[in-house]
């Protein structure tokens, strides 16, 4: 794993002189590296620009300079501009020269550079046993989620998909449908920073699978806050499936609380409830781990992406003018010659 600890100040600046003047020389082979094999490079350098390409390095201000770009409770994805990635690897590498003869020497040895970084990069996130995918570096797209979510679980799984794929699916890391993630990382309590290699055409972040977790749930619309409603989906105890649809919340069995005990679950009279559903196979006396079967919550997952290929344009093109397509929120918007002619407008 990359070590992305913030390099500032001296040890920045001693890092990127380190990058130049190895580079600045003439090339050397270095020793092959078990992932990739030979190398022009050393590995801890291209480690070390491989981390910076992925932002590791850049002060969290410059990619949001302003909290109203990502309010509480809110998600932003983004598409990745290789040229400024690229711009920050030459500007690292060039900090050590000092002559025109020196800014010559990197830039014929950048494409060598740039070959290399490209491979260290994906091979960030990669185990020891995972195979190293290899070749230049593609599209890189992101999200931002800034939530209570993140502080409450540290452990958050996100899969990014670049198909569609039924929102109950966990598909294995070799699935070809499944995308690499490039960079993970927490940069605030409630701050998470996902970079993703390629375009997703389905995101989903799921709390931890991490033990059993039990409760009810809120009826829809409720005020938050709520504790004296709740729902649970009543199941067949045999097999721990629902017995009525997950996502009609109407067909299912209302929660009792105590009086006066806000939160405090009256047991007799929700067991009550639960008896009078068919097809629970749940006996008279209900002992605690029919009753726990009752209120199994799975983890909670969130999905990004369109609601089915009936929405989405890019599979079904007549329904082009009913929603945009998944990979347009990807798509830059603006560019440099757009914010010129903004900017120059007014200009006398």
């Given at each position: 794993m990359i070590d992305r600890t913030l390099l500032t100040g001296t040890k920045a600046v001693q890092a990127t002189l380190t990058v130049s003047a190895t580079l600045g020389g003439?090339?050397?082979?270095?020793?092959?590296?078990p992932r990739t094999g030979p190398r022009v490079i050393p590995n801890d350098l291209a480690d070390w620009l491989a981390a910076l390409r992925l932002l590791a390095a850049v002060p969290f201000a410059y990619l949001v300079p302003d909290?109203?770009?990502?309010?509480?409770?809110?998600?932003?994805?983004?598409?990745?501009?290789?040229?400024?990635?690229?711009?920050?690897?030459?500007?690292?590498?060039?900090?050590?020269?000092?002559?025109?003869?020196?800014?010559?020497q990197l830039e014929s040895v950048y494409p060598y550079v740039r070959s290399e970084v490209d491979e260290a990069e994906r091979l960030a996130r990669v185990a020891g046993h995972d195979p190293a995918p290899l070749g230049p570096a593609g599209t890189v797209t992101g999200l931002l989620l800034r939530s209570r979510a993140v502080a409450g679980w540290p452990g958050l799984h996100l899969r990014a998909y670049s198909e569609l794929v039924p929102d109950d699916a966990i598909l294995p890391d070799s699935d070809p449908r499944r995308l690499r993630l490039l960079r993970m990382e927490r940069l605030a309590p409630a701050v998470l920073a996902v970079l993703i290699d390629g375009v997703p055409r389905t995101v989903h972040v799921e709390e931890p699978r991490q033990g059993l977790q039990f409760g009810v749930r809120p009826p829809d619309g409720s005020p938050a806050g709520t504790t004296r409603q709740g729902l649970v989906p009543p199941r067949d105890i045999s097999t721990g499936e629902p017995l009525v649809p997950m996502d009609d919340k109407t067909s299912w069995v209302p929660v009792r609380f105590r009086p006066g005990a806000p939160g405090v679950l009256n047991l007799r009279k929700t067991r009550d409830a639960l008896l009078a559903v068919p097809g629970t196979n749940m006996g008279r006396d209900v002992d605690s781990a029919e009753f726990a079967i009752q209120l199994l919550r799975y983890p909670y997952r969130q999905v990004f992406g369109p609601a089915g290929p009936q929405t989405d344009p890019e599979v079904n093109p007549s329904t082009a003018g009913t929603k945009a397509g998944w990979t347009q929120v990807f798509r830059p918007r603006i560019g440099v010659p757009g914010l010129l002619a903004e900017f120059t407008r007014n200009t006398p």
């Open positions: 003439a090339l050397q082979p270095q020793p092959p590296d909290a109203e770009l990502l309010p509480q409770e809110s998600a932003r994805f983004f598409y990745l501009d290789r040229a400024w990635t690229d711009a920050l690897v030459q500007g690292a590498m060039s900090a050590g020269t000092v002559t025109t003869a020196d800014h010559a």
